[in-house]
């Protein structure tokens, strides 16, 4: 039996959505890939994931139904607001925290993906990252809100333009949105909201581009993937 080999973008510990996902896929029996936030502006995520792994920290949480445990095959450091290494500023390249983080952008990411493993199935993106997340609307700074649209939303569109070519046929992609970007939920501040809705409307249209290119170009047909869209 071919084994799925699933990468799953955004996990950053054993709570949240991203991990539930990937339980899920580990225990239909898919081989997982996860790709984790590098420090800059995201409290050592990377690090803090590894070293958990390593010291046995998620074991209980890493249960599956079987009783096995989950075997994550390997971590990728990502910084998903940067398509390729000309993108990461020069203050970001030289701080300590980043510098040990090597293939983190998401062209990197991919070459690196594609250097061990070849091809694969499913992409989840389940990556959220607002660094003033806490602030009203109304007090977020445009700098603040263009990064969280950075982070949560155009980051899937890269994510997709990268890592569609390695794609095996018939794969699949999934984002995952929040009420939030329907309605208004007091402390989801610093643009989250509006990341979330503009994600949602990207994911439909990514689809239908995709759509159309496998219909009016036969050679896409096979590279064509599965999108839907999880209301959280």
């Known amino acids: 039996m071919t084994l799925v080999m699933a990468f799953i973008t955004g996990v950053v510990d054993d709570n949240g959505y991203g991990w539930a996902i990937t339980k899920a896929l580990a225990a239909a029996g898919a081989e997982i ?29 890493r249960k599956l ?30 701080n300590k925290r980043y510098a040990g983080s090597s293939n983190r952008t998401v062209k990197e990411m991919a070459e ?29 700074s445009r700098r603040g809100y263009l990064a969280t649209i950075s982070a949560l939303s155009y980051s899937f569109v890269s994510l997709l333009r990268h890592f569609l070519p ?8 999934i984002s995952l949105t929040y009420i939030a970007s329907e309605r208004a ?19 439909k249209v990514l689809a239908f581009e995709l759509h159309l290119l496998a ?3 036969q050679k896409f047909v096979e590279e064509l993937s599965r999108f839907c869209l999880f209301d959280l």
């Not at 390695?166 to 992609?173: D, E, L, T």
């Open 33 to 61: 890939l996860v790709g984790t936030w590098v420090p800059i502006g995201a409290s050592e995520a990377l690090n803090i994931f590894e070293t958990s792994l390593r010291c046995d920290k998620f074991d209980k949480s």
């Open 65 to 94: 139904p079987n009783g096995s445990l989950m075997d994550i095959v390997k971590v990728y450091p990502l910084d998903a607001v940067c398509d390729t290494p000309d993108d990461v500023p020069e203050n970001v390249k030289t």
């Open 112 to 140: 690196a993906v594609t250097k061990d493993f070849g091809r694969f199935d499913i992409l989840v993106h389940s990556l959220a990252n607002g660094p003033e997340v806490t602030k009203p609307l109304l007090e977020t």
């Open 166 to 173: 390695i794609m095996n046929p018939g794969g699949a992609s």
């Open 185 to 203: 939920i007091p402390g989801y501040g610093g643009g989250m909201s509006s990341a979330k809705a503009a994600l949602e409307s990207d994911t």
């Open 215 to 217: 219909t009016k170009h």
